[in-house]
Structure formats: structure tokens, C-alpha cells
């Protein structure tokens, strides 16, 4: 499973886009890059996930480099309901690949 | 929306007591995993199961055994609760196919005395 290296902390202001890094430099050829949450007191929540292409949802967008050996999320416009934990992770597809390992993470803090 | 539910979000036990943790999905989900999160070691995985009756370790399984007699309902069991074990589980459910995007239930706080 790919390591991953986060900052431990980001502010960001209400209301303004929130760009997360995640540095995941020994990622497999094969393996994912996803990203999830988790509220203080609630389970993580899966956000958005990618191979090698920038992904978007309703949640997030997702930059992943050419090198895949790192990747930025975008909250686009912060809320307070988005501070939280935010985890990346390397992980494949299928059966086998159900084991999520989350690091130290990022504590995102929107301010008002 | 996918709901996971455990049975307790707060539980207090003696040393020795076997303990059950409950997790029900309502999505017809295929996988269900049963996870412990400790500060500063993240999440590890106790158990996972991949259909009815069916159950594999995951990385930490000592102390711990699981059963999955219905699809929806999967349950953690302490057979005898130590100190050690005072840890915050986390139960989740995937679709077939989507092992890594996983749907978790809001936690169940263990707290053995």
C-alpha cells in the first residue's frame, strides 16, 4: 500500500477554495488515489477518488501530477461543515483491495 | 443514501466480558469490513467479509471474531474484553467491485474498565 505524506494542518477561509496536497510518491502503477473525511465524532466519508486523470464530483475535484506521485483535492468553496480530517490513500480495485490504511491526515479548519 | 448503522455509539465494559458490536447496512452491499481506530495508528482493519457466511482476518484479528449470517448484518465479538481493546470501531460496507469506496457506520466508542 502506498504511503502517504499530508500536512498536519490547513486553515482556510469560508467561502474560499481549500487545496489539500497529499505527496504519494511510492503509489503502484495499479493503484488508486483516494480521498476521504472524517467529521469530528463521525466515521470517515468517502470523498473522490483517481487513476491518473483529474476527477470532479459534487463533493470535490481532484489533480492528480503526470508523475502520480502526488495529488492536490479542491473543496471549491469552503464551508464550515467541511472542517474536518481529510485522508489520502493508495489503494486498487476489487476484491482484494478493500483495506483502507489512513495516515496522520490533514485537520482542515474553515474559519468564518 | 447508503446508511450504516451500529447498534451503540458509546459502550462500557468490564475485563473479561464478551462484548457484540452490531453494524446492519440497508444497501444490499456484498462487503463489510470491521475496522479499530486508535490516535496516532490510524485505522486497522479487524475482519472483512465478502458474502453471507463468509470471513476473512485483516490485520489485527487476535481477541476478535466476527460473524455474517445475514447480508446486512455483520457483528464484531470481543470474547473476552481486555483494557487493550478500549478503542473506537468503525464498521463499513462496499459494493461488489468497489472494495476501496467504502460507506462507515458513525462508530461505536468502546471503553473497557
Known amino acids: 500500500d502506498a504511503k502517504t505524506t499530508q500536512p498536519p494542518s490547513m486553515d482556510c477561509a469560508e467561502g474560499r477554495a481549500a487545496n489539500l496536497p497529499c505527496n504519494h510518491s511510492?503509489?503502484?502503477?495499479?493503484?488508486?488515489v483516494y480521498w476521504y473525511r472524517q467529521i469530528h465524532s463521525q466515521g470517515p466519508q468517502y470523498i473522490i477518488h483517481g487513476l491518473k486523470n483529474n476527477e470532479t464530483n459534487e463533493m470535490a475535484s481532484l489533480i492528480i501530477t503526470e508523475d502520480r506521485k502526488s495529488s492536490t483535492l479542491i473543496l471549491p468553496h469552503a464551508t464550515l461543515r467541511d472542517t474536518a480530517v481529510y485522508y489520502c490513500t493508495g489503494a486498487g480495485v476489487g476484491r482484494s483491495q478493500g483495506n483502507l490504511i489512513f495516515g496522520k491526515g490533514t485537520k482542515l479548519s474553515v474559519k468564518p | 443514501d447508503v446508511k450504516v448503522t451500529q447498534s451503540s455509539r458509546y459502550l462500557v465494559k468490564r475485563t473479561g466480558e464478551k462484548v457484540f458490536l452490531e453494524c446492519v447496512q440497508d444497501?444490499?452491499?456484498?462487503?463489510m469490513f470491521w475496522y479499530r481506530q486508535d490516535p496516532g495508528l490510524g485505522l486497522r482493519l479487524i475482519y472483512f467479509s465478502y458474502d453471507v457466511k463468509m470471513k476473512e482476518k485483516g490485520d489485527i484479528p487476535e481477541g476478535y471474531s466476527v460473524s455474517r449470517e445475514k447480508k446486512e448484518r455483520f457483528s464484531l465479538i470481543l470474547e473476552s474484553a481486555s483494557t487493550n481493546q478500549t478503542s473506537m470501531y468503525l464498521c463499513a460496507s462496499s459494493p461488489p467491485g468497489g472494495g476501496s469506496i467504502q460507506y462507515f457506520g458513525a462508530g461505536t466508542r468502546l471503553s473497557v474498565l
Open positions: 511510492t503509489i503502484s502503477g495499479n493503484e488508486y
Open positions: 444497501m444490499d452491499h456484498e462487503n
